[in-house]
């Protein structure tokens, strides 16, 4: 068995299709090796949303202790709302071999990569600036406004994607989906996650 | 376009299929991104080897001025014959994005790795040393003599694998050789190759 799985970080400005690449991945790549990480948060459901699997939501009690008892891998505040990454799941399957897949934004990767520095760091690429464009427009769900401002925020965390480890440019989701895989599988061939298989082999 | 190619160095004991795994490579996964590095050598063809496929063969006097002008990435010497990686084949590709994948022992890869760090090593492995053996006897082309001294010397050889970047256990040709694949598809994906295509996104 690998020593230890590797916690994959995904990252990516909105319209890169980071959630649609997700969702192909663990219906075509799925397996038991693999498992996803999932943020707490005291912010309420949303419509649409399911309880574990999209968010698990907790008081603010709840998550003050978690916080204060070195619970969290990373958490952030935005709009009064606490987000964290829950620091057992993640270590626990780790340690069981399993590899552990976070879709996080870019400043909580940096946070994950601090405290967890052997995290594998992927960053999602549009095709160009203006196909990021013609999908956020595309979504045609907020205003012009709204899609401008997004548009200028995607543009300052691409010019962060020079920190994480690969690249994956998604032009095709087939392909992207593929690549993404090709990372979580070559990160478990590297020898520094097999020193147990070689010294079996050896013995 | 990718930033420049991988040297992608393979290796592995007799015994361990890496001859089996790379003809099946090139089958299923052979593409114009990939080439693959062909050795000089001064000794003569052996009966079923292809010239300019399984070696380029050569004369003493045109490998020894070759190696003189630094024409070489490594080189040795076995049985009075002298072998050598030529090193304008695979420089020449590596800059125009193009892979190259060089099958060599333990030693010369070592050597290859010295002159370009950024070289990729990958390892095959057996999945047990008795499988070996097995593999080894199943060839039956050799005396029992000569099989043992195959096996020890692969016993040796197995001890240098913590050496390398990655290790692919061949217990299936299908899965080891998709591994392998992953190994260098992963490696295109790595930021550091990707610095054109990044600035050409974010432009």
Redesign the interface.
């Known amino acids: 068995m690998i020593d230890k799985g590797s916690l994959i970080i995904l990252s990516g400005p909105s319209g890169t299709g980071k959630g649609t690449l997700l969702a192909e991945f663990k219906k075509v790549y799925g397996s038991e090796s693999i498992v996803y990480s999932v943020s707490d948060t005291t912010r309420a459901p949303r419509p649409g949303e399911i309880p574990d699997v999209s968010y698990h939501y907790i008081t603010n009690e709840e998550f003050n202790i978690k916080k204060e008892n070195g619970g969290y891998l990373e958490y952030a505040s935005f709009c009064e709302n606490q987000y964290g990454t829950p620091k057992k799941f993640v270590l626990d399957n780790l340690e069981k071999g399993i590899d552990v897949v976070l879709e996080i934004e870019t400043v909580g990767a940096r946070k994950v990569k601090e405290s967890y520095p052997d995290a594998v760091m992927v960053?999602i690429?549009?095709?160009?600036?203006d196909e990021l464009k013609r999908r956020l427009i595309g979504r045609a769900t907020e205003s012009m406004e709204i899609i401008e401002k997004r548009f200028e925020a995607a543009?300052e965390e691409?010019?962060l994607?020079?920190l994480?480890?690969?690249?994956?440019?998604n032009d095709s989701i087939e392909k992207a989906t593929?690549?993404f895989?090709?990372?979580i599988?070559?990160?478990r061939?590297?020898?520094k996650n097999?020193?147990k298989?070689?010294s079996?082999?050896?013995?």
């Open positions: 960053f690429l549009p095709p160009s600036l543009k691409l010019k994607a020079p994480y480890d690969y690249v994956v440019v593929y690549e895989y090709s990372v599988t070559a990160e061939l590297k020898t097999n020193k298989i070689i079996e082999v050896c013995k």
